[in-house]
C-alpha cells in the first residue's frame, strides 16, 4: 500500500518511519518544517502539471498547424515529428520542436575502450596529454552509471591516422544502438533588435 493511502488519525502525524505520533508530542521547528516541505512540494507538483499541460498543448499546437500547412498544399506531412520553428508575426518569440535521438551502447564498447586504450599505451611517449583526459572524460559514467553518450561521441570527431584507432572508432560506431526519441519544446525571446534569441528557462536550475 502507498504511503498516500494511509488514514492519519485526527490529532496525529505520521513520521518517516511509518509510525503514528500524536500532534502535541511534535516539536515546532518540525512542524514549521514539515508544514514548508508540503506547501513547496504542493507547489512543484502544480507546476510539473502545468509543464506537463504546456508541452502537450505546445506540440498538439505545432502539428495541427503543419497538418494546416499541408493540406494547403495537398499533401500530407508527419506532424507530429520532425524539427519544426515558429516565430511571432514580429519576430520577437520563436518556439521550437525537435526530436532528438535516444541512443545507447552496447557491449562493443568495452572493445572500442580496450583498443583505445591499446593506442594510448603504445603513445605513451607522445601522446598528447589532452587525449588521455578525452578519453577519460569519455568513459567516465554519470550518477547513475551511465557512459555520458555527447563525451563518446565527440571521440569520433578526433581525426587519428593509426589502425587500432581506427578500429576502436568503427566499434564505438558499431556499438551504438537507437532506444527511441525524445521531444522537445523550446521557447526563444530576441535580444533587442537583433538576430540573436535567448532561451526562456523552463527549468529550475536556469531561472
Excluded at 488514514?7 to 514548508?36: I, S
Excluded at 498538439?60 to 494547403?72: F, H, M, S, T, Y
Excluded at 571521440?155 to 587500432?164: H, P
Aim: charge should be neutral.
Amino acid at each position: 500500500m502507498s504511503t498516500t493511502d494511509i488514514t492519519v488519525p485526527d490529532g496525529y502525524m505520521r513520521n518517516a518511519a511509518g509510525h503514528l505520533v500524536p500532534r502535541d508530542q511534535v516539536r515546532e521547528q518540525d512542524l514549521l518544517r514539515d508544514q514548508t516541505a508540503r506547501e513547496l512540494s504542493a507547489a512543484a507538483v502544480a507546476l510539473h502539471k502545468a509543464l506537463k499541460d504546456f508541452k502537450a498543448r505546445a506540440l498538439n499546437d505545432i502539428a495541427d498547424l503543419v497538418k494546416i500547412a499541408g493540406e494547403r498544399y495537398e499533401v500530407t506531412l508527419g506532424g507530429k515529428k520532425g524539427n519544426v520553428s515558429i516565430t511571432t508575426y514580429d519576430g520577437r518569440y520563436k518556439v521550437q520542436r525537435s526530436v532528438a535521438e535516444r541512443i545507447t551502447f552496447t557491449e562493443e564498447l568495452e572493445a572500442a575502450k580496450a583498443l583505445i586504450n591499446a593506442c594510448i599505451e603504445r603513445w605513451s611517449q607522445g601522446a598528447n596529454p589532452h587525449i588521455r583526459a578525452l578519453v577519460d572524460r569519455a568513459f567516465r559514467t554519470d550518477s547513475k552509471g551511465q557512459i555520458k553518450t555527447a563525451a563518446v561521441l565527440e571521440l569520433l570527431r578526433l581525426e587519428i591516422d593509426d589502425d587500432e584507432w581506427l578500429r576502436a572508432m568503427d566499434a564505438i560506431k558499431d556499438s551504438i544502438q537507437s532506444t527511441g526519441t525524445a521531444t522537445y519544446v523550446r521557447v526563444y525571446e530576441r535580444i533587442g533588435d537583433s538576430d540573436q534569441y535567448r532561451a526562456i528557462p523552463l527549468d529550475l536550475a536556469a531561472v
